[in-house]
């Protein structure tokens, strides 16, 4: 099906929020790794988002380009044309804009959007993110209500980050932050919610100690239980409101923490290190297995049919696709495609 509008990708996160499920959504930086999502989210039975990262979107402009406002334009035009032909709905999001990056990457993006409209053409993209958590909270907050008073005028939904995610992700590294800064506290979450609910929908990254990066189950010291906090805050402060929220940094998160969240209103989740490496180790078993393949060594010529790069890449899509349908299980979207209804 099409890439959802704007009314049914609001509808598709109200429903995740009432039926206490979750969209993954996947980080990609090529065509490849998009059709291993799309796959990943038709087997599934699973609706889903297809996510670029400003590091991603400039790896896909190219090393000829390397602009990533391009690239980005180039991967959700593809995804546009390619996921008319699935069965599932699929959101198209960005990932975290530091404030250095909103001059090269989600400003452009959001004027791409408005030539479209302009033009009688559906959104680019469903929703940006922007992450100004290295900015103090009301910098934060007022460049966030900014920012949300033109996306909300194109239909484009906000993501923004109170709180630091550690760890290190495209490049930005946040190892060194003082630990009190990764959790999010209930007053931020109400002083958030205050400023940007009146101007139009938004989701919200608290943090509650998650991390970006590659760890073993247990090393991650989540607490859950802030944002369970957080939205009796927002509800006491608004006349019961809550906001919709997001969990970054998922990787070495056990799967009660994970079902946990959603209770408390989670409606999506990035998923980046774990497709990477199930993208890669496709690759990688292809390159050990036909060494004597791929390489020309000794005199030799190498095996044209294991060096050729569609064998291996396609065992890469299936082996991403796999992950992408065990994180479905996990957000307990799998089976819960809405389809044509939205």
């Known amino acids: 099906m099409p890439v959802v509008t704007p009314a049914q990708y609001s509808r598709m996160l109200d429903r995740a929020k009432e039926g206490k499920f979750a ?19 038709k087997t599934a039975g699973a609706d889903g ?17 390397k602009d990533m406002a391009k690239g980005a334009i180039a991967l ?17 999001h960005t990932d975290h804009c530091h404030p250095k990056y909103l001059e090269k990457f989600v400003l452009p993006l959001i004027e791409e959007t408005e030539r479209r409209r302009a033009a009688g053409q559906p959104n680019l993209f469903n929703a940006h993110m922007f992450d100004g958590s290295e900015l103090g909270l009301s910098e934060n907050i007022a460049k966030s209500a900014e920012l949300l008073k033109r996306c909300a005028a194109a239909e484009i939904i906000l993501e923004v980050e109170i709180g630091v995610v ?37 989701l919200l990254a608290a943090t509650f100690g998650n991390v ?9 010291k989540l607490k859950p239980t802030i944002l369970k906090d957080g939205q009796a805050a927002i509800s006491a402060a608004c006349k ?36 990477q490496y199930a993208f890669t180790r496709a690759i990688s078993d ?40 065990q994180a479905c299980n996990d957000l307990k979207s799998a089976g819960k495609s809405a389809g044509q209804t939205l």
């Open 212 to 220: 970006h990066g590659v760890y073993k189950p247990g090393n991650v």
């Open 286 to 325: 292809h390159m050990f297995k036909n060494y004597d393949g791929v390489l020309k060594i000794d005199g030799e010529v190498g095996d044209k049919k294991t060096y050729d790069p569609r064998p291996y890449m396609k065992k890469a899509e299936q082996s991403m696709a796999n992950r992408v349908i």
């Open 240 to 275: 019961g409101e809550s906001s919709l929220l997001v969990f970054h940094g998922g990787s070495g998160s056990s799967l009660d923490e994970i079902h946990e969240t959603l209770e408390y209103g989670v409606v999506k989740m990035n998923v980046d290190t774990d497709t």
């Open 166 to 202: 550690g760890g290190e992700e495209d490049g930005h590294d946040t190892s060194g932050v003082s630990k009190d800064k990764l959790y999010t506290t209930p007053e931020d979450m109400v002083a958030t919610h205050k400023a940007l609910s009146p101007i139009g929908r938004y």
């Open 23 to 41: 969209y993954p959504a996947f980080n990609v930086t090529s065509t490849e790794t998009a059709n291993a999502v799309l796959l990943g989210l």
């Open 76 to 92: 959700a035009n593809y995804v546009h044309y390619m996921a008319r032909y699935y069965d599932v709905n699929v959101a198209l």
């Open 49 to 65: 988002i297809v996510q670029v990262s400003t590091g991603g979107a400039e790896f896909m402009s190219g090393l000829g380009i």
